[in-house]
């Protein structure tokens, strides 16, 4: 019998040989469409405007247009064969071969500069800046939010979930219930926009874009309690709203979760017996369910990193989504690639620790 | 013998899904929320239907485009608002293709008058966003063309003419129609004005101005440029819906400003009088003349008029400059000859400047919106026509007036003046086909490759489980917006263009959506597989397809459609947010107004109307298939406690 070291050990080569199959999809999707060629066929256009551009002014616009010409398709050339759309004897590289080093590149990282003012400002910088240095940047900004949410999230119902198990049928879990279900029925960013409306343009109480919030993020040292009151005001919008959507799920699933273990013979027996309705709940419910809850927990926190992204680009919080939306209307192909290499990778790691911890809380799992 | 009848296909269809489905329905329609959600389920149904049906041809296409929307006024809440007590302006669309005068011909000048009238009432006094006329299909006649007169008479009794063009057709071929449209900027303004001043009785007051000719025209043309410009706020479309108030205000007199003015010039007058010790030519007369002038001006400030004041100075100016050129013949001091020239310089600067800004008189104009009945008449005349056309009506084919108003429709417009209402009215079908396919495809590949994962094992069950766990690691939302910008970059522009951009998205949705259920079934089909009617099928030499169809299938159906159910709002969520994200398909779904208003920015965020409905749409369709869902699963639920 394999132990669990063996266990989590094949888990991590799966989840690793996933990634690296669905960057390869990518790569392959991006370049046999056709996508990545027209990319790069305007980068390198721009890089060869420049260039001329720095030729005649050097000249001082005494430049033979002939010559101007020759340098142009030079120019080209020597882009082309660097972008690697031609090979050294100018021969045209086809795509099945080009997404390879794509992938290549995208497995190492290697993501480029963006060349978008949009996408810079999210940091902010100015172009070029490295995308690498962008997401590590904005990354962490996504995870405060996210994870704080989350976290709010899961402390109030893991404490209110299992009263309400308890008083199923009652007209508070009737409530309950309603209040899951619709809240199941409202998009997340559509009541991100409706809070920006009332409690933004109306009533002014919060900013209606939470750009302003890298200021004191970046320099929250100088000033600590200040900056933390500054970050509090600007984080509310979104942890409100997320709190009030994901709450509604969270309720429902671990009063769903409690009942059934409630309706266990085991239990039904305690209770028989007469123990005390704490030591019930103590011994005979809450631990059973511990699997099931940190399963879930953890697959939210990994599943909050993408189910975000649109919320927070409402928001303009200068987190990942901001920079997808960025990417997304400035058509910054490389940010939107590498972006999408990161997400999985760090849903990948996430699943991962899921594996892991699975494996730690229920020793089933380790003779599957 | 009945028993030994062929089942007919309609009475196995009654037998096998009918009934079952009977019995569903039935069950749910028991609990409350299965009654809200079949309710709500079937309003879903049919909307989406009548929508599909009534929809316009090209409407998915040309929805975004101004000319499509023209006669709309843009980002303005819906009409209903007004029965909240809000002040509105309606819109209306008139289109008339018959005069409403029978064609005039007057046989001595040839001059042929077709003649549509339009009537527009202002209840309140709030502007319209904007109006036009436009006459379509414009012949001409005899190598005639028209001239295009429209002319209005507001509440008030002035009636003016608003516009008067020639019409220009490229070749006087009777066969080639024209179209004209009025452009609201350009509207004839110095006519309008002249009829407001007549009949409001608006002129500079004589007793300011006084008798002098050059005085009062100034001042007349100073007070028609200080109303133009004011009339035309805030446009000079809506300049026809003011009228004059306060006039008598309008004009102030600002004598008390000419005082400093004045005395400084006595001073200098002064000056020179103290100057002058030795008199050969007889100066002092003039300039005592002169002061006594300014003196008088100085002590009658209150009553003198503006032409009194000007006259007066430059009677006062003639006597300097007399002096002045005697100063200079008879060789007065130099600091005579230089004072006088200063007090003249003095006061001819004075006098341009009276007579450039009018810093006598002020004038500030005062309007108000006049309510009321505008009736307009649209002219359409031929001049010089030497014979009756046998049909004149069919030289135009018709005439459109257009209001837009500052309320319209039930839900208001959004910025490039498309009807909320009508946008998601047409935004249903397209809703719920994005759900139901991405659901009904999912739900069917889930089922089968969970029945055929479990049922068969071994290599099979092992390649459809490592697809399942690739696609379980791979977070769909950043592969749909991968793969939406490639399509939106890639795919060539065409009216198919949003069609497959949404398929691509559902394509995806599916990919992602089965893998869950497939898991499911797998466990569920596993466990069926056990059971004993299943060896004594396979016993009875059953074959698998037979095993699967008729004892499996039944089992896992009513999880799936539980899946399914709730499958489909999370499509049509996605969709939406997608739409939110950036990512333009280009079809009027909810999602997509909700982009528009996002970009859109503050102004978007203003317009209730355009963020709550499309909003209140989505949540209360989800809703529908939550509750759906809901109630399915309770029917669902004893059989999965089976397991």
């Known amino acids: 019998m394999p132990g669990a070291g063996y266990y989590i050990a094949r888990r991590g080569v799966v989840l690793l040989v996933s990634y690296v199959a669905i960057i390869i999809i990518i790569a392959a999707i991006l370049e046999l469409s056709g996508y990545a060629t027209q990319i790069y066929q305007a980068v390198i256009n721009e890089l060869v405007r420049a260039d001329v551009d720095a030729l005649v002014k050097a000249r001082q616009g005494q430049v033979d247009p002939a010559y101007i010409q020759e340098y142009r398709q030079n120019r080209t050339i020597e882009y082309m064969k660097q972008y690697g759309l031609i090979d050294e004897n100018g021969n045209p590289v086809p795509s099945y071969v080009r997404m390879w080093k794509l992938a290549f590149n995208a497995l190492t990282f290697n993501f480029g500069k963006t060349k978008e003012d949009l996408v810079a400002m999210v940091v902010p910088t100015m172009p070029p800046a490295s995308i690498t240095y962008i997401i590590s940047v904005v990354l962490p900004r996504t995870i405060i939010v996210v994870t704080v949410g989350e976290l709010i999230v899961i402390a109030i119902a893991l404490l209110v979930g299992p009263r309400i198990a308890y008083r199923h049928g009652t007209f508070l879990d009737r409530v309950v219930v309603a209040y899951a279900a619709l809240t199941s029925a409202i998009p997340l960013w559509w009541l991100a926009m409706l809070f920006i409306r009332v409690f933004g343009y109306q009533l002014g109480w919060f900013p209606t874009s939470l750009r302003g919030v890298t200021t004191p993020l970046n320099n929250f040292w100088s000033n600590p309690a200040q900056n933390f009151v500054t970050i509090l005001w600007y984080i509310t919008p979104p942890l409100t709203v997320f709190t009030v959507i994901s709450l509604g799920g969270w309720l429902y699933g671990i009063r769903a979760m409690v009942l059934r273990i409630v309706r266990e013979d085991y239990v039904m027996v305690a209770k028989a017996k007469g123990l005390p309705e704490r030591d019930i709940t103590r011994k005979y419910v809450m631990r059973p369910s511990l699997a099931p809850i940190l399963t879930n927990v953890i697959l939210a926190l990994a599943g909050t990193l993408g189910g975000m992204i649109i919320t927070e680009s409402v928001f303009d919080w200068p987190g990942m989504g901001t920079l997808y939306y960025a990417a997304i209307t400035t058509g910054d192909a490389e940010t939107i690639v590498a972006l999408f290499v990161i997400y ?24 599957r | 013998m009945a028993a030994t009848r062929e089942l007919t296909f309609k009475d196995k269809l009654v037998l096998r899904v009918v009934n079952p489905l009977k019995g569903v329905l039935k069950e749910i329609w028991g609990m409350t929320t299965g009654k809200i959600a079949l309710l709500l389920l079937s309003i879903l149904i049919a909307v989406s239907v009548s929508a599909a049906l009534t929809m316009p041809p ?8 101004a000319s499509f929307w023209e006669d709309n006024p843009v980002i303005v809440p819906p009409e209903w608002v007004k029965y909240f007590g809000a002040k509105v302006a309606p819109s209306i669309v008139e289109e008339k293709s018959k005069p409403d005068v029978t064609p ?29 006329f436009a006459v379509y299909g414009i012949k001409s006649y005899d190598n005639i063309t028209p001239i295009i007169t429209i002319s209005v008479e507001r509440p008030d009794g002035i009636t003016s003419v608003l516009w008067q063009e020639n019409i220009f057709i490229n070749n006087t071929n009777a066969d080639v129609t024209s179209i004209y449209k009025t452009d609201p900027k350009k509207i004839k303004m110095d006519d309008l004005v002249s009829e407001i001043f007549v009949k409001y009785n608006i002129t500079v007051p004589p007793n300011i101005i006084g008798e002098n000719y050059m005085i009062q025209a100034i001042s007349s043309s100073l007070l028609r440029d200080r109303v133009v410009s004011k009339i035309s706020q805030p446009s000079t479309a809506l300049s026809i819906f003011q009228k004059p108030v306060n006039v008598e205000n309008w004009v102030t007199v600002l004598r008390s400003e000419q005082r400093p003015v004045l005395e400084e010039i006595n001073n200098l007058l002064k000056n020179i009088q103290g100057s002058i010790s030795n008199d050969p030519a007889n100066i002092l007369p003039l300039i005592n003349n002169a002061i006594s002038n300014v003196t008088f001006l100085i002590n009658n400030l209150d009553k003198i008029t503006f032409s009194d004041l000007y006259e007066t100075l430059q009677n006062v100016s003639t006597l300097l400059n007399n002096a ?12 005579v000859v230089t004072n006088i020239n200063d007090a003249k310089s003095r006061i001819d600067k004075y006098l341009d400047s009276l007579k450039v800004t009018v810093s006598f008189i002020g004038i500030s104009p005062e309007f108000e919106i006049l309510t009321g009945a505008y009736r307009f008449e649209v002219n359409i005349t031929y001049p010089g026509v030497r014979t009756y056309p046998s049909n004149p009506q069919s030289l135009i084919s018709c005439v ?43 739900t069917l590949i889930g089922v089968i490759a969970g029945i055929i994962s479990g049922y068969y094992g071994g290599w099979i069950d092992e390649v459809i489980q490592r697809i399942i766990d690739i696609l379980n690691n791979i ?37 992602f959506s089965w893998a869950g259920l497939a898991i499911v079934v797998r466990s569920m089909t596993l466990s069926i597989k056990e059971e004993p009617y299943i060896e004594a099928a396979k016993a009875m030499g059953a074959s698998n397809t037979r095993i699967i169809f008729y004892h499996i299938f039944p089992q896992v159906m009513m999880y799936a459609v539980a899946t399914l159910v709730y499958n489909v709002p999370s499509a049509i969520l996605t969709e939406a947010g997608l739409s939110v994200l950036g990512l333009r398909h280009g079809w009027p779904t909810w999602g997509a107004v909700l982009a528009e208003a996002r970009a859109a920015g503050p102004v978007g965020y203003a317009a209730w109307w355009w963020i709550l409905p499309p909003g209140l749409l989505l949540s209360l369709t989800s809703l529908t298939f939550v509750l759906l869902g809901l109630a399915v699963e309770k029917i669902v639920e004893p059989r999965l406690r089976t397991l």
């Open chain 2, 400 to 442: 459109k007036f257009a209001v837009k108003g500052s309320v319209k429709g039930t839900l208001g417009t959004i910025n490039n003046g498309a009807d909320l209402a009508t946008l998601l009215y047409y935004g249903f079908p397209i809703a719920l086909l994005i759900g139901l396919i991405a659901s009904v495809s999912s």
């Open chain 2, 104 to 132: 005039q011909w007057d046989p001595s000048t040839g001059i042929l008058t077709l003649t549509y009238r339009f009537e527009y009432t202002l209840t309140d006094p709030v502007f319209p966003q904007d109006y036009y």
């Open chain 2, 58 to 65: 090209g409407f998915l296409d040309s929805w975004q485009s």
């Open chain 1, 344 to 367: 999985v990778g760090v849903y990948l790691i996430a699943r991962f620790i899921l594996e892991i911890l699975y494996v730690l809380v229920d020793p089933r799992v380790r003779v």
């Open chain 2, 475 to 511: 977070p769909f939302l950043p592969l749909m917006i991968i793969i939406g910008t490639a399509a939106m970059k890639v795919l060539p522009p065409g009216t198919q263009k949003s069609f497959y951009i949404i398929m691509l998205y559902v394509a995806i949705l599916i990919i």
């Open chain 2, 324 to 335: 002045y050129k005697l100063a200079m013949s008879e060789n007065y001091p130099s600091v």
